[in-house]
Structure formats: C-alpha cells, structure tokens
C-alpha cells in the first residue's frame, strides 16, 4: 500500500482548475492505481495569494474531493497567513471539522513572518500538522517563498506542531541539515527531478521515520517521484514507511501492514 | 516489464554537489543490468569542468574497454584549438563513435562559431552528436554557478542547417523535445527530464516515437524513475520497442564505423 502525501488536483490545459469537482477524485485515483498508489493527499491551491473567499472556494473543493472517497483521499486546508487571523482559526476548524488533516502554507507569506503563529498554534492545540513548501532556488524564487531555514525557524518557534516539509530535492543536503536537529519536522520526497542519493541521505541523517513519499502530481509524474523511492537503496523497513506507514501515522489513519 | 534498455544517458565519473556511489566500471555496469539495461551510452562527467576532455576521456575508454555493453561517449569542446586532432584520436585510437558536447558549460552557441565546422564534420563523417541539455535543474544550482539549458531554438536551428547531422538532445524539458523534434527527423530526445503527468503520453502526443529514446541520466538520476516511465505508460509493443532500443541501434547502425 502506498499513500502519496503531496498531490494536487488535476490540471486542465497546463492550468490548476480553479473549482475542481468531486469527481476530479476518481479521476486522480485512477491514475494513482496504476503505479500501485493506494491513496493521495490533496493540498488544494489553484492561485496565489486567494482572499477569504477564495480561500472557503479552494478548500470547499478540497472537502468534496475528500467526501468523495473518504478511505482514500485525504486533504488539507489551503490558508493565506497575510489574511485575518481569526478568519483564519476559524477556517481551520471548519476544514478539519469537514474531514481535512491538516494545513497546506505556500509563498503567500514567509515561514519567518509571525503571522504564521496563529495558524501554528491552533494546528497544534488539534493536534493536526501543516505541510509547508519550502525550496533553495537559486533562480525563479518568489518574493516571500520559504527556504528550509525558513522552515527551521518555524519549527524553532512551534516545537510541538508537527510539520512536514515539502520537496527533498529542491532543499537537497543542505534542507536536511537545515531540519535534522528538529524532530517535528519531517519532510516529503514531492517534486523536483530524481536527483539520487537524496532519499538515503535523508533517511541516514533523519531516519526512516521523517521521510515521507509524495509525488506533486500532477505537476510531476507520479513513475519518476516512485523511481527515487524504488530506485534507491532502502531496506524493507525504511522503504514501507517512506511509502505509507509515516504518512498514515501523519493523517492520523490506521498503519498499514508491512509491505513485503 | 521484461525489456532490454539502451541508456542513452549515463555518465561516469564525479560531480562537485553529488555524490555517486556507483564509483567503478563495474559497478555502474551491474547496477544498469539490475535495471534492465543491456546497453549504455557513458560519457565521462569530468569532462564537462576539466580543461581538457581528452584527459577523462581516455580514462573513460580505458575504464570500459571490458564492457562490451558500453558504447563509451566522446566529449569535444570545439572552442579548444585541438579539437580535430581529439577527434582524430578518439575515433581512430579508441573506437569512438558518439560525440558529445556541452556547449552551456563550455560556452559557445550551437549556431555560430567553432560548431559549425564540427557540426560539418560531424555529419560529413556520419557520426551521431549527443548535446547534453543540462545536467542539473537550473533552480537548483550552486549560486556561484548558474548554467542555464542550451537554447532549444538554437538545436533546432542547427538540425535545419545540418539535415544530414544525427542530433541526440539529451535531458531536455518536454516543452523543449517538441520545440527540437517538430519537422527535424534528424533530431532525437532521450525521456530523463520529461516529466509531467502522463510523461510518454505528452511527449507521443508532440512527438513520434520513432525520434524518441529511452535515457535515464544516471548517475545523476535514480535509473528506476525513467524505467518506470516507460513501465507504467502502457505502450504499444511496437512504440515501446522503438524508444527502448530500436531508435537507438539505428543510430549506431547508421553511424560510422571506423577501427578500434
């Protein structure tokens, strides 16, 4: 059984649908089953920097994709940190109320900026996690976008909430250092081409246990995302829960057996 | 899947920000045969930075004189005053009969300048030109060291002045495989850097198989990924044949084939 924890609901014409439909769902998980993928996470965002409204838009969205086939498709809240923090809580306990895991942060708002306290305080306090982009661009970086040591400064901040950190490669080395020391971050394996060597180095200086499978379809294929995990050289052990034992464990999900 | 890859796409060798586990001849061989590769095409990945290919390179030959499923690559700089006489040796003294360039790293256009008489030479003599791409995603680089892609327009254009010319563009973006291959039957792509959802679907669908290649560029990449490219993408036995090796044993075939 595999759990993809980084996925987004399928593009039309090279273009995010601005309002999926539920059934964008089945559409996703049939693509899904034919590498074997079980079930996906979904991180609603369709734009950037989205208002209140479009911010109840997207993850309304997220929540009929997820009701749709509630045993295998999870989701997580899109939030806009510069917008007001009370709309913000308040939306967080709506979305996990509806069936949602978690939070999904983007560029919208930098990892440092202390309008991400709120937002961290109340994922802790519900015990849920939020999944946070984060990438060392040497070209193409958007104003505002996270680095991994962005990231650590959050976590510095918010030791107890539990976060998952997205795209090993676009971090590389240096992104694992920058989270090794803090163990509420764990990081996902989304995006980016397969560079090698990166899923063992993070498994080497973080264990098994804070490396998680995600893919970023459909932005990227979900066959070269597998290839780095079946490609690397991982036991048994490490490679089920890299797959889906971590990331059930994160969507709070019954953990799945070892694969064999 | 039961096929038996030709790897357009490997190099041996080091990299600065990499570490490569697959350190000798045969354990890059073994590792390519655990994949399903029954015969690779490997460049030397020093000769991107040394000063002179000729160096590496004749450590590559020697290095895989032993490996008969290795077809070693040529690096030429046309920018460097002996380039006809490394030419000379490599196909005479060493049996080569792939020639790669870098012009990014090496930094000159494909369609202007000293490429034009290699390209000249190149397609008087029958003998294939690999340009490799890029060997690293550019948002990821050294910040001291930003290399862009080679100019898709400018493989295109030099395909147009040169009909006869074998090109082999290798870690290419999609985008960019569509742009090179579109009314050039001269020019083929290797599938490591295309990546979307559906990859070969995307690429079938701008390009025909009969221009594409199955090519990994590990070390670099986990070979794993683009073999489950092409596992996953449920081709037709005949398409499938074509990119796995066919394409590639016609462009040896019809290449020049001078003494070892």
Redesign the interface.
Known sequence: MIIDIHTHP??EDDKFLQHPSPEQADTMLA?AA??GIHSVCLLGRFYPYPDEDGIRAINDATIGMVRRCPERVFGLAFLNPALDSDFLVGEIDRCLGAGLSGVKLEYEVNARDARLDPIMEAVSARDAFVLHHS??????KVSCESDPSDVADLATRHPRTRILMAHL??G?MRGVLDIQKHENVSIDTSG??????LVE?AVNKLGSERVLFGSD????????????I????LTDQERSRILSKNAARMLKIPIPSLRS | MSCKFTDTNVSFGTWPW????LTTPASLVAQLASEGIQQAWISASESILFPDPDIPDERLFSAFAAHPSVIPVKTLNPILGNWRESLELAMSAWGARLVKVYPNYHHYSLIDGPMAELAATLAARRIPLLIQMRVE???????LM?VPGVPAHEVATLAAIHPTLTIVVLSAYLSEIAAMTAGHRNVYADIS?A?????MRHLLESTPADQLLFGSH????????????L????LDGGVLEKIVSANAGRILANSTKLPG
């Not at chain 2, 596992?231 to 449920?234: I, K, L």
């Open positions: 399928r593009w693509a034919r590498h990438w060392y661009k040497t070209i193409q490669t676009a590389g980016g081409q397969p560079f090698s060597g180095y379809y459909p932005i990227r294929d979900f066959a070269s995302q597998l290839g780095r079946e490609g690397a050289k | 990499m570490d490569f586990s995603d550019e948002r990821n680089q050294y910040p930003k850097f990546d979307s959802r559906d990859t590990a070390p670099f990449f986990y070979t794993r990924s683009a073999v489950i490219k596992a996953a993408a449920d």
